[in-house]
């Protein structure tokens, strides 16, 4: 063991050392970080701590962390811990991105974690098609096993990856030999979950956050963010931006220095798509008043979601972008209740109607209606998210849905067509 590690002063954190080619190796992890403080008989100190530091989930609902983990503790049978590194969002990099570049911070709150709750396993989901994320977290594997670092078991399991398929309800299933489906039918995971053992499922960047929060103390985790939303958070920043990637961010930041960080807008922005494709979307006038955050987002309606921000810049169609992505939603139901399988699909093909230009009387109305009609109806949220994307374009571009549900839509270049991310294997099929 070495000498204690001075805290990281500056941002990033979860990202320092990032290197232009490779994983950050398990030795200079070490060096940067040091060891990581393995729960001893006051294994509830962790926990204390993580509920002090304010931790939220960063997969999209943003729970505390502290009182998924408090929920486990003593469980018996002993309990599983999962991370969750499915990312089915597809404007999202971020937890890829630490699973490529950094995966020793995301296994150190894996083991760190699993070894607080008397866990008997830890098991790190990554997405099949995510290569260079497997690699790097199976060579990572290898060198904490030969180096004897960690006090549980960590095993590699490789999952689908489709957009409903991260839902903690629906890995379970997935990681029990089921089809990778959502349900709201209890028991929940934290109830029986992986194996019918109590299980804590968080995401990638949940658990980094974990790991320095664990070395470094709750207090120095707020020296960043705001009371509401304290730490650092990861934004994947997209659309009309100079450098486009993942940013670390102090919580609550504001959307304008964000920007600023990655050089700056490309082309005047008429819209910001926050929260990904369960998100909602912002007139490009509104960029100053926003933080992103879950309390300032929140008070505006909105939600940072997966911690997702594209900027669709002006010459591009926000209707016909809505329509597709929405398209993708409705193909990507789970296919187990009537409000998603036949709900969905119906919209998605009135919103496809109007972005083309030949909808029927009174379309926009009818999407609104069968909004209020499906939500909160559906056997998981998927159905919800899609439809507060839509509803979120019929109110912030009501002026361009009239004149497209006219007979008029945008005369949109091919550069400015298909701007909004989607699966290779979509893409290919559409």
């Not at 790991?211 to 939303?229: C, K, N, Q, T, V």
Request: glycine share 12%; with cysteine.
């Amino acid at each position: 063991m070495s000498d204690p590690i001075a805290p990281p002063s500056g941002l990033p954190r979860l990202l320092a050392g990032l290197q232009s080619e490779g994983a950050v190796g398990l030795d200079e992890h070490l060096q940067r970080f040091g060891y990581p403080p393995w729960p001893g008989s006051s294994a509830d100190e962790l926990i204390v701590s993580i509920e002090q530091s304010g931790l939220r989930g960063r997969g999209g609902a943003g729970f505390p962390t502290a009182t998924k983990m408090r929920a486990l503790t003593g469980a018996r049978p002993r309990p599983m811990v999962v991370v969750n590194g499915a990312e089915g969002e597809p404007a999202s990099q971020k937890d890829q991105l630490l699973l490529e570049a950094v995966p020793h911070l995301v296994l150190d709150g894996a083991a760190l974690a699993a070894a607080a709750l008397d866990a008997r396993q830890a098991l790190i989901c990554v997405k099949r098609n995510a290569e260079a994320a497997r690699r790097s977290v199976d060579l990572a594997l290898g060198q904490r096993a030969r180096a004897g670092l960690d006090p549980v078991e960590v095993q590699l399991v490789e999952v689908s990856g489709r957009y409903v398929a991260g839902e903690e309800s629906a890995l379970v299933n997935e990681l029990n030999g089921g089809p990778a489906k959502p349900t709201f039918i209890p028991p929940r995971p934290f109830e029986r979950g992986v194996h019918r053992r109590p299980t804590l499922i968080q995401n990638v960047e949940t658990f980094a956050h974990l790991a320095l929060i664990a070395r470094f103390g709750p207090a120095w985790h707020r020296e960043f963010g705001s009371p509401e939303d304290p730490g650092t958070l990861l934004v994947t920043l997209s659309g009309a931006v100079a450098s486009p990637g993942v940013y670390e961010i102090a919580g609550g930041s504001p959307l304008m220095a964000l920007l600023e960080s990655a050089g700056g807008t490309t082309d005047p922005v008429q819209a910001f798509l926050i929260g990904g494709y369960a998100g909602t979307w912002f007139a490009g006038g509104a960029a100053p008043k926003l933080h992103l955050g879950h309390a300032g987002l929140r008070a505006v309606g909105g939600s940072l979601g997966p911690g997702v921000v594209i900027a669709l810049p002006i010459g591009a169609c926000a209707v016909a972008e809505t329509a597709r992505v929405l398209r993708y939603l409705a193909e990507e139901s789970a296919g187990q209740c009537g409000p998603c399988v036949f709900g969905l699909a119906a919209v998605a093909e009135e919103m496809g109607g109007i972005a083309s230009g030949v909808a029927r009387p009174s379309a926009s109305g009818r999407i609104e209606r069968w909004s209020a009609d499906i939500a909160g109806r559906g056997a998981c949220h998927h159905p919800d998210g899609a439809l507060r994307l839509v509803t979120s374009c019929l109110d912030t571009f009501a002026a361009e849905v009239a004149d497209h549900e006219a007979g008029r839509p945008c005369a949109t270049e091919p550069a400015m067509r298909d701007l909004l991310p989607l699966p290779p294997y979509y893409a290919r099929a559409a």
